[in-house]
Each structure stands twice: as C-alpha cells, then as structure tokens.
C-alpha cells in the first residue's frame, strides 16, 4: 500500500493521519494539535492506528522525530514510543483474554492496565509543550490568549 491510498483506504484516526501528514509533507513548520485534524493518540485504540501505520511504513518509525518539531505535543509519545509499544502488546494480551472470558466486542472492553493513564499524563505534558495552560484537572486555556 502506498501512503496516498492509506489516508483513503487505511485504518486512519486523528491522530494517525497526524503522522501521515509530517511524513508526506503536507504538515510543515511548527504546528499546534488542534484535536480535529491533528492531535496525538489518547488511548490504546487510537495508539494501535498509530502503530499499525508504522508497521505498512516502517522506515517512517525512525523518523518520528519529524512529528515532534511540527507538531510540539508529540514530543513525549515519541521519547516514550518503545514504552507505548510494549505496553501496547500487553494491552492486546489483556483484551484477549478478557474477550474469552466475557466475550464482548473490543470496543466494550474496559482493560485496565495502566497504558491509558500512561497516555493520559503524555497527553497532559504535551498539551504543555503545545502553549496550554492548565486552569484546573478537566479545564485548560491557550496561553497566548
């Protein structure tokens, strides 16, 4: 597959579709997540699109870097992608085991082993890098506004 026909056939999410776009040159210079077009994963579902791109794209894997200088609240998921990816991995193991026992739909799964907290405090210190200031745990502004 060619990156052109994933961003129309392929497994695509925001945050996915962010790494596409550094990596064919649609995204330059520095850039601010703006949660609708661009923006880091959130949770194991939107990581595995990231990670899953990665693999039909291998060599864009040592190039993530990129996404970090356009896109400043990428920063900590690219210093932490071996950590993510492993406990990406285990995730997997945990919802399989949990679909054998319970047997629903991975969507409905709530596996709880810490990758979404993990991700959760990536999120909060890239939304730092990326010029927000945090008011409150659920509330945040600009800062140059």
């Not at 405090?121 to 730092?128: P, T, V, W, Y």
């Amino acid at each position: 597959m060619k990156p052109e026909q994933w961003i129309i056939e392929g497994e695509v999410g925001t945050s996915s579709r962010t790494i596409w776009a550094v990596m064919t040159g649609i995204a330059t210079g520095t850039r601010e997540s703006d949660g609708r077009y661009y923006d880091t994963p959130h949770d194991p579902d939107d990581f595995s699109r990231c990670y899953k791109l990665l693999l039909l794209f291998p060599g864009w894997k040592c190039r993530l870097s990129e996404v970090g200088v356009v896109f400043p609240k990428w920063q900590p998921y690219i210093r932490e992608w071996e950590k993510l990816e492993t406990m990406y991995h285990q995730w997997l193991l945990a919802l399989e085991k949990y679909q054998q026992e319970k047997r629903l739909h991975p969507r409905k799964a709530k596996i709880e082993d810490g990758m979404s907290d993990f991700m959760q405090g990536l999120n909060r210190e890239g939304m730092i890098l990326d010029g927000w200031i945090e008011d409150s745990p659920t509330s945040w502004h600009r800062g140059n506004q």
